[in-house]
């Protein structure tokens, strides 16, 4: 019903930037919020960041100040710019989407497969 393609990952050495994208399609009646999640080698999955669709952010301490997410609700796509990336944000980066899939049900948790992103020199 709803595919969540996450985009842009890479290599990238410390210091330098990546933007993530993630585009949501399929049928559905409205996506409520989306999120970046990130696991890494050998731990669990984190939150990176969230965005409600009414524009509200969060982000894990661990990124504030140096990740943006936003989206373009038109497109039903969401970016994560990453900047003055750190090895530790090494790991695979998720999108979740919380969707309202029929407007008489419950919203649900989609996922996307992730995207590898590597910061090395």
């Known amino acids: 019903q709803v595919q969540l393609v996450e985009s842009g990952g890479g290599l990238v050495q410390p210091g330098g930037s990546l933007r993530l994208a993630c585009a949501a399609s399929?049928?559905?009646?409205?996506?409520?919020?989306m999120a970046w999640y990130r696991q890494a080698p050998g731990k669990q999955r984190e939150l990176v960041a969230s965005?409600?669709?009414?524009?509200?952010?969060y982000y894990a301490n661990s990124v504030k100040g140096r990740f943006a997410i936003s989206s373009d609700n038109g497109k039903n796509t969401m970016y994560l710019q990453m900047n003055s990336l750190k090895p530790e944000d090494t790991a695979v980066y998720y999108c979740?989407?919380?969707?309202?899939?029929?407007?008489?049900?419950?919203?649900?948790?989609?996922w996307g497969r992730g995207t590898q992103v590597i910061v090395s020199s």
């Open positions: 965005i409600t669709n009414g524009g509200s952010t």
């Open positions: 399929g049928s559905f009646f409205s996506i409520n919020a």
């Open positions: 979740n989407a919380v969707v309202q899939v029929v407007v008489t049900a419950s919203a649900r948790d989609f």
